[in-house]
C-alpha cells in the first residue's frame, strides 16, 4: 500500500525564488491546457503536451524554458487525471460524491510541484532537487523506503513542506520477547513497532494480535463528546472557539481593505496562520486518538453519518465541520490496513439511538436534547450516547437483538417529549 510522508522545510532566499518560479510555471502550464480544454471537449494529454512545446517557443511563454520540462508534463498529467474523475462522476463509475470539473489555479492559494524518481534523490539527510539545490527537511520520522516521487508544497501561510510518496506494508511482527515497557509503548504507538522489533532477540511467537486490549469497539461521533467508546471511554475535541473567534474579527478587517494593497495581504496571512493552527490542532487530535483506537482493538466499529447533509443546518454547519469526522474515519481506515485490523461501517439507517443495548427494545425517535433513557422493557436506564455506541458495536460485529419479541408489545412512537417521566430521566443540552 502507498502512503505520504510529509516532512517541513525552509529554504534560502535563493531557493525561494527558484520555487516561486517553478510554482508560477506549473499554475501558467495547468491554467493554459485549462483554457483549451474549456474552449473545446478535453483535447487528451498528447495534444495538450504538443501545445506546450509549441508555446515555449513564443515570445509569451519562452520564459517556461527556464525551468524542467518534467514538472510541467507533470502538471499536464495531473490535469489530465482530474478530467478523468470528472467524466468517471458523470457516468456514475466513480463512487462517492459527484466531482467537479477542473478549476484554475491562483497566486493566493497552495502551490504544488510534483518531483519524480529520476529529479531527485536523498543523500545523507539532504534532498537534491532538480534546478533547486539541496534541501534539508526536519525530519520527525525516518522514510520506511525509497519515495517514488516527492511534491513540494507552499501553503497559503508561505509554509513550505515535502511530501513523499512511499510503499508499506501491513505490519506483521513477533512480539512476545519484548519486555513489559517495550510492550505497553507497543500498544500505544504503532509507528515505532519495526524498531522495537528489530532489537529483540531470542523467545516465542506470537502476534501484535495478542497485544490487543479489546476484541471490537463500537464509537459514537458527537458534538460536545466527539467520540463516545462502547467500552465507556469518552474523548474530547479541543476548543477552536478562540481561533475561530480571532478568524471572524480579522475577515471582517480584510472586507474593508482595498484588493491589491499590502495591508489586505498581510491581513490575509493572517488568517491563513489562524486557519492553519486550527487545522493542526485538529490533526493531532485525530492522529492521537485514531492510533489510540486502532492500537487497542482488533475490530473498530463505525457508522456511515452523512456529513454532507448535516452541514446544511446553518446553525451546526461550522460546529460539524471543526469537529473533523470524516478525517477520522479514513485515518482509522488507514491505520487498520496498516496494522492488519478490522475497520467495519454501518449503515447509516440503523436505529443505533432508538433501540435499547440490553434488550433490543425499540423506543423510537428522541429529541437531542433528551441525554438518558430508562427502557420500559428491561428497566434499564441508558446514557443517549454510551447506549448508541453499544448498540453500533453489535451491528457491526453481527449481534443483532430479537426485534421481533422485544418489539411485539408496543410499536415504535414518533419523537418522544419530555412529559414521559418514565422513558426520559434526563432531558439535558447537547
Same mark, same amino acid.
Given at each position: 500500500?502507498?502512503?505520504?510522508?510529509?516532512?517541513?522545510?525552509?529554504?534560502?532566499?535563493?531557493?525561494?525564488?527558484?520555487?516561486?518560479?517553478?510554482?508560477?510555471?506549473?499554475?501558467?502550464?495547468?491554467?493554459?491546457?485549462?483554457?483549451?480544454?474549456?474552449?473545446?471537449?478535453?483535447?487528451?494529454?498528447?495534444?495538450?503536451?504538443?501545445?506546450?512545446?509549441?508555446?515555449?517557443?513564443?515570445?509569451?511563454?519562452?520564459?517556461?524554458?527556464?525551468?524542467?520540462?518534467?514538472?510541467?508534463?507533470?502538471?499536464?498529467?495531473?490535469?489530465?487525471?482530474?478530467?478523468?474523475?470528472?467524466? /468517471?462522476?458523470? $457516468?456514475?463509475?466513480?463512487? !462517492?460524491?459527484?466531482? @467537479?470539473?477542473?478549476? #484554475?489555479?491562483?497566486?493566493? &492559494?497552495?502551490?504544488?510541484?510534483?518531483?519524480?524518481?529520476?529529479?531527485?534523490?536523498?543523500?545523507?539527510?539532504?534532498?537534491?532537487?532538480?534546478?533547486?539545490?539541496?534541501?534539508?527537511?526536519?525530519?520527525?520520522?525516518?522514510?520506511?523506503?525509497?519515495?517514488?516521487?516527492?511534491?513540494?508544497?507552499?501553503?497559503?501561510?508561505?509554509?513550505?513542506?515535502?511530501?513523499?510518496?512511499?510503499?508499506?506494508?501491513?505490519?506483521?511482527?513477533?512480539?512476545?520477547?519484548?519486555?513489559?515497557?517495550?510492550?505497553?509503548?507497543?500498544?500505544?504507538?504503532?509507528?515505532?513497532?519495526?524498531?522495537?522489533?528489530?532489537?529483540?532477540?531470542?523467545?516465542?511467537?506470537?502476534?501484535?494480535? /495478542?497485544?490487543? $486490549?479489546?476484541?471490537?469497539? !463500537?464509537?459514537?461521533? @458527537?458534538?460536545?463528546? #466527539?467520540?463516545?467508546?462502547? &467500552?465507556?471511554?469518552?474523548?474530547?475535541?479541543?476548543?477552536?472557539?478562540?481561533?475561530?473567534?480571532?478568524?471572524?474579527?480579522?475577515?471582517?478587517?480584510?472586507?474593508?481593505?482595498?484588493?491589491?494593497?499590502?495591508?489586505?495581504?498581510?491581513?490575509?496571512?493572517?488568517?491563513?496562520?489562524?486557519?492553519?493552527?486550527?487545522?493542526?490542532?485538529?490533526?493531532?487530535?485525530?492522529?492521537?486518538?485514531?492510533?489510540?483506537?486502532?492500537?487497542?482493538?482488533?475490530?473498530?466499529?463505525?457508522?456511515?453519518?452523512?456529513?454532507?447533509?448535516?452541514?446544511?443546518?446553518?446553525?451546526?454547519?461550522?460546529?460539524?465541520?471543526?469537529?473533523?469526522?470524516?478525517?477520522?474515519?479514513?485515518?482509522?481506515?488507514? $491505520?487498520?490496513?496498516?496494522?492488519?485490523?478490522?475497520?467495519?461501517?454501518?449503515?447509516?439507517?440503523?436505529?443505533?439511538?432508538?433501540?435499547?443495548?440490553?434488550?433490543?427494545?425499540?423506543?423510537?425517535?428522541?429529541?437531542?436534547?433528551?441525554?438518558?433513557?430508562?427502557?420500559?422493557?428491561?428497566?434499564?436506564?441508558?446514557?443517549?450516547?454510551?447506549?448508541?455506541?453499544?448498540?453500533?458495536?453489535?451491528?457491526?460485529?453481527?449481534?443483532?437483538?430479537?426485534?421481533?419479541?422485544?418489539?411485539?408489545?408496543?410499536?415504535?412512537?414518533?419523537?418522544?417529549?419530555?412529559?414521559?417521566?418514565?422513558?426520559?430521566?434526563?432531558?439535558?443540552?447537547?
Amino acid at each position: 500500500m502507498k502512503a505520504r510522508y510529509q516532512y517541513r522545510f525552509y529554504p534560502t532566499d535563493q531557493q525561494q525564488q527558484s520555487l516561486a518560479q517553478l510554482f508560477g510555471c506549473v499554475r501558467v502550464v495547468w491554467n493554459d491546457a485549462l483554457v483549451l480544454s474549456k474552449a473545446s471537449k478535453y483535447p487528451g494529454y498528447n495534444s495538450l503536451a504538443k501545445s506546450l512545446t509549441l508555446s515555449k517557443k513564443t515570445d509569451e511563454r519562452q520564459w517556461l524554458n527556464d525551468v524542467s520540462s518534467v514538472r510541467l508534463q507533470q502538471s499536464l498529467k495531473q490535469l489530465e487525471v482530474a478530467y478523468k474523475n470528472y467524466f /468517471d462522476s458523470l $457516468k456514475g463509475k466513480r463512487k !462517492g460524491k459527484k466531482v @467537479g470539473q477542473p478549476r #484554475f489555479k491562483k497566486k493566493t &492559494n497552495q502551490q504544488s510541484a510534483t518531483f519524480t524518481k529520476a529529479a531527485f534523490s536523498i543523500d545523507e539527510g539532504e534532498v537534491y532537487l532538480a534546478k533547486i539545490g539541496n534541501i534539508k527537511p526536519i525530519w520527525s520520522r525516518s522514510l520506511p523506503s525509497s519515495p517514488t516521487s516527492v511534491t513540494v508544497i507552499k501553503d497559503c501561510a508561505n509554509r513550505y513542506f515535502l511530501s513523499f510518496v512511499v510503499e508499506i506494508e501491513p505490519i506483521h511482527v513477533d512480539v512476545t520477547h519484548l519486555s513489559p515497557r517495550n510492550r505497553a509503548s507497543l500498544i500505544t504507538s504503532s509507528t515505532r513497532l519495526v524498531p522495537q522489533i528489530n532489537k529483540t532477540k531470542a523467545g516465542s511467537i506470537s502476534h501484535v494480535e /495478542d497485544l490487543v $486490549k479489546n476484541q471490537s469497539i !463500537g464509537i459514537d461521533l @458527537g458534538l460536545k463528546t #466527539f467520540a463516545v467508546m462502547s &467500552n465507556g471511554d469518552k474523548a474530547f475535541s479541543p476548543d477552536y472557539s478562540k481561533h475561530d473567534r480571532k478568524i471572524r474579527k480579522l475577515q471582517r478587517k480584510l472586507a474593508r481593505q482595498h484588493k491589491g494593497s499590502k495591508h489586505r495581504e498581510r491581513t490575509r496571512l493572517r488568517i491563513a496562520k489562524k486557519h492553519n493552527q486550527i487545522a493542526d490542532l485538529r490533526k493531532d487530535f485525530l492522529h492521537k486518538l485514531s492510533t489510540k483506537v486502532v492500537s487497542e482493538n482488533q475490530a473498530i466499529v463505525l457508522e456511515d453519518l452523512n456529513i454532507s447533509g448535516m452541514v446544511k443546518n446553518r446553525r451546526l454547519a461550522k460546529v460539524i465541520s471543526l469537529q473533523g469526522w470524516r478525517e477520522f474515519r479514513v485515518l482509522c481506515e488507514g $491505520k487498520s490496513e496498516k496494522l492488519n485490523r478490522d475497520f467495519r461501517v454501518i449503515n447509516r439507517w440503523e436505529p443505533t439511538s432508538q433501540t435499547c443495548s440490553c434488550c433490543g427494545y425499540r423506543w423510537g425517535k428522541i429529541d437531542l436534547s433528551v441525554r438518558s433513557v430508562l427502557c420500559l422493557n428491561c428497566g434499564a436506564e441508558h446514557d443517549r450516547d454510551e447506549n448508541a455506541s453499544r448498540n453500533i458495536e453489535m451491528v457491526g460485529m453481527g449481534h443483532r437483538h430479537d426485534l421481533k419479541r422485544t418489539g411485539s408489545d408496543c410499536k415504535t412512537t414518533s419523537v418522544a417529549s419530555c412529559c414521559e417521566p418514565s422513558r426520559i430521566t434526563a432531558p439535558l443540552g447537547r
